[in-house]
């Protein structure tokens, strides 16, 4: 009747949570401090205003076993200010992150660089005479695997978006009917 | 007709039905107090500390069901609030906490008196709001009503700078309101209930185990027909004591780290658990690998958060306790002949035995005062029908096991967070509540000089409660634990320079009483309840080094009772 007795459910997995949240001040507060509060861990979160500027959406990426991330969904649910949510885990979805490096390009490495941007559907948005800016989207395995490529160049910074994730299908997640 | 946000307030707290708000004034609520001078209808009860106010109004919560309200001023005045909130927090009760906040145009300016509010309190409220407009003031205090009742009840804080209570507005309370947000579960799932029912037909050692939720959820009367028309064992948490009649014979009393010995036996060995607005807390469960390991287990509760939150469950059912507990009375009233009468009778000779075990003997020939025997007398000189409010320690324990509650909101007590100092402010929130009633703060020398000052306020509003401490020179639960699992070493569990209780009572106006003979006990409570007008503290001095038994110890299962 305990978890720790059944092993067979104690895996960590990665989960993908959508949430329709009300846009209003302390709203992303209530959230973070959710986790930190619970000890749940978060790998990333992102949160803007949707087309309803009275509503904002959060994709947030958590792990853990399935009973811990049922627990962190009810928890999250149980939030006033939260209007819906979806563990987008549990059924087919799309994922994308955009990312931002800006490496070291001179000599051989410009090349290189562009080449690489060229297979990862990616494009250079600025550029010196030493750097070049890149920008490329996917899910996170393509983001990795960009990363993996590009090991030998010497990146100056990086920032990522966070995943973003949507179901797929006709029906809409929001309040509204579809 | 326009109002300043200060009068919107007071007309929002009449059109709830408040009588009683629990407060204490400084700059930044100057203009609420003003208008509660100008009028008759809301009264405020002056505290003498920001936590008595918090404890006093939920004290009146919990004996009532109705929402307490507190007023306090910005920065100190919410800060001190604190661990009241956090309290009322942890036992799910519902309460509005109105914090000032210094002037809009000076958040965040470190002013004077300034403090997070919303920040501070965000995760020891259920929700929390700041007013920015004076426009929204009346469905923030809509809202803040509804979420803080509704559901699994809780308190709400609502944060409003100065300037906002000053400015004027048209006032019109909103009769209805609808949250997209929040939509608290009322009835249970059919499916789920059917199951539920099925389980309960089939079991061989059934038990109920109820806890503070069906006191918030007024299913007492629905627990009752329920465990009656079924005539299962059923035993109660600390939080859930008098939603069954403790004199009940199906009743085996309270559970868990201190519970008694068939309670927690028969938990262990049940095949089917019925958890009715109960949430497995550690203090209940003990270790959770050895917890109920036959069982089956049926949960009702208002929370689905609280579902498999410890222990995984076979049959949840999300809805307040009563309205599920009357559907399933239902299907049962249509049982003829239970197919389990053989079964049942067995399981009954079994926890009868475990019950012949007494375990909640105590010495009874002691010439020094024993805890256990002032709450029995307690009992009976109040003919098992005071309110009795607790705080935190041994005394608390000794409250819980041995005045037996029959009646719902009759026993009030910090059991989530465990707060030293809640009994003696609760109990005037009781009080007020209900006034002419027998109220009593069962308390020990250490938590009642946590809030003591609140013996002014009992003075100054003529509340005759009577304050039973049990006086053992100890924090006793601490030096419990010492003697148990640190070789006796007593650190900074004893206090040297006690206060005389009696001059102390007497020094506030009160009546003060030391009792120092068991013969003494009895006259001496009869006495107190005799003066019916007056606040009374009793001070017994008891045996210094009684414990509390049975005893779980921290990580054994509910069978591994330390017994006296
Ligand atoms: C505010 C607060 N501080 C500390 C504790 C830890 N604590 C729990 S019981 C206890 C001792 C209580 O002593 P007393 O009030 O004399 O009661 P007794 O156990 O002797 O009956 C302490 C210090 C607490 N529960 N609350």
Redesign the pocket.
């Known amino acids: 009747m305990v978890y720790e007795a059944d092993n067979s459910e104690a895996v960590e997995m990665k989960h993908i949570i959508s949430i329709l949240i009300e846009n209003e001040a302390g709203a992303l507060s209530r959230v973070a401090g959710l986790f930190s509060a619970r000890a749940y861990n978060i790998e990333s979160l992102t949160v803007a205003p949707t087309d309803d500027p009275s509503l904002s959406r959060m994709t947030l990426v958590t792990s853990g076993t399935d009973e811990i991330v049922e627990q962190v969904c009810k928890q999250l649910n149980k939030l006033i200010d939260v209007v819906k949510l979806v563990n987008l885990t549990d059924d087919v979805h799309v994922e994308r992150e955009l990312i931002l490096i800006k490496v070291k390009a001179e000599n051989e490495a410009r090349d290189e660089v562009k080449r690489i941007v060229d297979i990862f559907n990616g494009h250079i948005i600025d550029m010196t005479d030493t750097t070049y800016t890149l920008e490329v989207t996917g899910d996170s395995e393509k983001i990795d695997a960009l990363l993996k490529a590009l090991e030998h160049i010497t990146m100056l910074e990086v920032v990522r978006s966070g995943q973003l994730g949507m179901g797929r299908g006709a029906k809409g997640m929001g309040c509204k009917p579809c | 007709m326009e109002l300043t946000g200060a009068e919107i307030i007071i007309e929002c707290l009449k059109a709830e039905g408040i009588d009683y708000v629990f407060g204490y004034p400084g700059g930044a609520v100057l203009h609420i107090y003003d208008a509660f001078y100008k009028q008759d209808d809301v009264q405020h009860i002056l505290v003498r500390h920001e936590q008595g106010a918090t404890h006093a109004a939920d004290g009146y919560a919990r004996a009532t069901g109705k929402p307490g309200v507190v007023l306090v001023t910005s920065g100190p005045g919410a800060t001190n609030a604190v ?1 009241g909130i956090a309290t009322a927090y942890m036992d799910s009760i519902p309460m509005i906490v109105i914090t000032g906040q210094v002037p809009s145009h000076l958040i965040g300016n470190d002013a004077f008196q300034e403090v997070d509010s919303v920040g501070i309190t965000r995760p020891i409220v259920k929700h929390n709001f700041l007013i920015n407009d004076v426009k929204d003031m009346a469905l923030i205090f809509k809202k803040a009503f509804y979420v803080a009742t509704t559901g699994r009840p809780g308190p709400v804080v609502i944060d409003i700078p100065k300037d906002i209570t000053a400015e004027k507005t048209e006032f019109e309370y909103p009769s209805k309101i609808e949250m997209r947000s929040y939509h608290p579960t009322v009835k249970g799932h059919n499916g789920q209930i059917r199951r539920a029912i099925e389980l309960i037909k089939s079991a061989q050692r059934p038990m109920i185990y109820s806890g503070g939720g069906v006191i918030l959820g007024n299913g007492s009367e629905q627990l009752r027909t329920f465990t009656r028309s079924l005539g299962y064992p059923i035993t109660q948490t600390l939080m859930g004591l008098g939603a069954f009649p403790a004199s009940d014979p199906l009743s085996l009393g309270m559970l868990g780290m201190h519970g008694t010995y068939e309670a927690n036996m028969s938990m262990h060995h049940c095949d089917v658990l019925i958890a009715i607005g109960a949430r497995f807390d550690d203090r209940v469960t003990g270790s959770l690998e050895k917890f109920c390991p036959e069982a089956k287990i049926i949960h009702i509760d208002v929370d689905p958060a609280s579902i498999s939150k410890n222990v995984k469950v076979d049959v949840p059912i999300v809805g307040e306790v009563a309205p599920v507990l009357d559907a399933i009375n239902a299907e049962l009233a249509k049982i003829t002949e239970p197919s389990n009468l053989g079964a049942i009778e067995k399981w009954w000779a079994q926890i009868n035995e475990w019950r012949a075990q007494d375990c909640l003997k105590y010495d009874q020939n002691s010439k020094i005062i024993k ?1 256990q025997y002032v709450v029995e007398e307690l009992y009976k000189a109040t003919h098992g029908d005071a309110f009795v409010t607790s ?6 324990m ?1 409250a819980a096991q041995y005045y037996g509650f029959d009646k719902p909101r009759q026993w009030i007590n910090s059991g989530g967070l ?4 809640f009994g003696l402010p609760a109990a005037m929130g009781v009080q007020l509540a209900h006034p002419g009633e027998m109220v009593a703060c069962i ?6 000089q ?1 809030c003591i000052q609140e013996l002014s306020t009992c003075k100054q509003y003529s509340l005759p409660l009577k304050i039973i401490n ?1 006086n ?1 020179g ?7 634990w010492q003697e148990f699992f640190y070789e006796k070493r007593y650190a900074m ?1 004893y206090f040297d320079a006690l206060p005389d209780f009696v001059a102390l009572a007497e020094s506030y106006g009160h009546v003060g009483i030391k009792v120092e003979k068991p013969e003494d006990v009895r006259p001496a409570l009869d006495e107190a309840f005799k003066q019916k007008d007056r606040l009374v503290f009793l001070d017994f001095i008891t045996d210094r080094e009684e414990n509390v038994y049975p005893m779980i110890p921290t990580g054994a299962g509910l069978n591994e009772m330390i017994l006296v």
């Open positions: 661990t805890p705080d935190v320690g041994q005394h608390q000794f465990g707060t030293m100092g308390t020990g020398e250490s938590s009642i946590m049990l053992n100890y924090m006793g639960m601490v030096r419990q569990s």
